[in-house]
């Protein structure tokens, strides 16, 4: 019997424009690869500061399946001390501009501030993954309307520096929705196109364990926006949490599978993630699932 039988044809939710003519397609679920080109990040940092071992990771990540590549040059773990843009651009432009040449998947640049991001559009960057939601460089939406790229909003209290200080919520989910509402409303007042935005509500990003399993357990709330949703719970602490026996943050591999799997199953259109070729494995099981069904 032919694999139609068992299979029902992709429907094509959300397509995210891109430069050139491009295009991002999301008919399935999308991983977006991790590329922290940074001394302190708090999964991989240092393992990729150098430019040839960047590329090569990238490179690797597109080979496992990654359909985006995010690179950042600033750490937004907790604690986490803000970094000069000047120093970040020295981190993030030689490796955009090189892994641009060898490849055109969609690179996102991981950046809330508006210089970076200009220079890493120049560089052949296609997209801004700003966790800020355009809230600590007025600059930023200016850039983004501009440049007519897309962008991912995240949630996240207060700075990467405190965010984890006594995060407190009456209903989580249903404040994180409200967010979503006010900043959508502001990109557009903007000049940025709502077809244009994607949302991730931050696990991690000033989370308690409830919080976080709370999101992920009741992302379609935030599917009533109809636009792309992105989760990131890659190696995050809820997950040492729930399985403290796990000491290393490379070792968080099982619970990175399970958190994104439980994403995608609840509505994520996109997983932000470190280890590509295991996630990538367990959505291409879970999708053939999907169309069987």
């Excluded at 501009?97 to 950046?111: A, C, F, V, W």
């Excluded at 966790?131 to 209290?157: G, I, N, W």
């Excluded at 976080?212 to 636009?227: A, D, H, P, T, Y």
């Amino acid at each position: 019997m032919s694999k139609q039988a068992f299979t029902r044809q992709e429907v094509t939710k959300y397509v995210i424009p891109l430069s050139g003519g491009r295009r991002l397609e999301l008919s399935h679920p999308v991983v977006m690869g991790v590329l922290n080109v940074t001394p302190d990040s708090f999964s991989d940092g240092g393992h990729f500061v150098e430019i040839e071992e960047a590329i090569q990771h990238g490179l690797r990540m597109e080979r496992e399946g990654a359909g985006i590549i995010d690179i950042g040059g600033e750490s937004t773990r907790p604690g986490a001390e803000s970094v000069p843009a000047e120093e970040e651009m020295e981190r993030i432009i030689p490796v955009i501009e090189k892994l641009r040449q060898e490849t055109d998947l969609p690179i996102s640049i991981d950046t809330y501030k508006a210089s970076t991001a200009r220079a890493a559009l120049e560089a052949g960057a296609d997209m801004v993954n700003d966790v800020s939601a355009l809230r600590f460089d007025p600059s930023m939406a200016e850039l983004v309307a501009a440049q007519k790229v897309p962008l991912v909003l995240t949630h996240m209290l207060g700075t990467p520096r405190d965010m984890q200080d006594n995060p407190h919520y009456e209903n989580c989910v249903e404040e994180i929705a409200q967010f979503f509402k006010e900043r959508i409303d502001f990109c557009v007042r903007s000049g940025i196109e709502k077809t244009r935005l994607i949302l991730d509500p931050g696990i991690g990003f000033g989370k308690r364990l409830t919080d976080n399993l709370e999101i992920l357990s009741g992302l379609r709330r935030f599917k009533q926006f109809s636009l792309p949703l992105m989760v990131g719970p890659s190696r995050k602490r809820f997950i040492w949490m729930l399985h403290p026996i796990v000491v290393e943050v490379q070792q968080r591999l099982g619970g990175s599978i399970a958190a994104a799997t439980a994403a995608v199953l609840n509505g994520a259109d996109m997983v932000r993630v470190h280890d590509v070729a295991e996630t990538v494995e367990a959505l291409k099981v879970i999708q053939a699932i999907r169309e069987t069904a």
